[in-house]
């Protein structure tokens, strides 16, 4: 069982948005401000797409944007595109440790 | 080039013991903070231990707490798991990753070695 919360699946036709959640509690994603995406393609490592709830590393695509409020952060990717398919992880800085969300398989239809 | 390269996997009994080393390139090693976080086969991702840019300061997941000590050489920009009394379920594929600099995000994650604890 995961530290944080996300649905299993996600699903979008190309073109569309699609927000895929994170829950968590006040000890990690509602008392910090260092919730933090990962995408992860099969067979690779994982890539950051998202850190401190909503700035994006230089090099990904502002289809991709985060939001927090209370003990939820949401990832929305807009736009979609074939190569969005992927598994998407939440993480949150926990007061010395870090907890990561049990993943998400984005399937564009 | 920014990367980082893990070795030292390999197939490991129950009560055994390995290390994992990891060889960073490509930026100042000593002035980030490192981690090591694992995959299970299919499963999700999970952190399990972190360590300051001087070495001082060490955290660790609660299931490999007493177990498992990360260090690092500075001098050869090199991170390191010490990995003992392994179990079955610390089965999975571990990556060597530097935490961006004030954001407490994974930035850089190397390719991941594989472990195996099997008798």
């Known amino acids: 069982q995961s530290a944080l919360t996300q649905p299993p699946s996600a699903s979008g036709s190309p073109g569309q948005s699609v927000t895929i959640s994170c829950t968590g509690t006040s000890s990690d994603v509602g008392g910090y401000n260092y919730v933090s995406w990962y995408q992860q393609h099969p067979g690779k490592a994982p890539k950051l797409m998202i850190y401190e709830v909503s700035k994006r590393p230089s090099g990904v695509p502002d289809r991709f944007s985060g939001s927090k409020s209370g003990n939820t952060a949401s990832l929305t990717v807009s736009g979609l595109q074939a190569e969005d398919e992927a598994d998407y992880y939440c993480?949150?800085?926990?007061?010395?440790?870090?907890?990561f969300g049990g993943g998400t398989r984005l399937t564009v239809l | 080039e920014v990367q980082m390269v893990e070795s030292g996997g390999g197939l490991v009994q129950p009560g055994g013991s390995l290390r994992l080393s990891c060889a960073a390139s490509?930026?100042?090693?000593?002035?980030?903070?490192m981690n090591w976080v694992r995959q299970a086969p299919g499963k999700g991702l999970e952190w399990v231990s972190y360590?300051?840019?001087?070495?001082?300061?060490?955290y660790y997941a609660d299931s490999v707490k007493g177990r498992f000590t990360i260090s690092r050489d500075n001098a050869k920009n090199s991170l390191y798991l010490q990995m003992n009394s392994p179990r079955a379920e610390d089965t999975a594929v571990y990556y060597c990753?530097?935490?961006?600099?004030?954001?407490?995000?994974?930035?850089?994650w190397g390719q991941g070695a594989m472990v195996t604890v099997s008798s």
């Open positions: 993480s949150s800085y926990a007061g010395g440790k870090w907890v």
């Open positions: 360590i300051s840019p001087s070495g001082t300061t060490t």
């Open positions: 490509g930026f100042t090693f000593s002035s980030y903070e």
């Open positions: 990753v530097r935490d961006s600099m004030a954001t407490d995000a994974f930035d850089i």
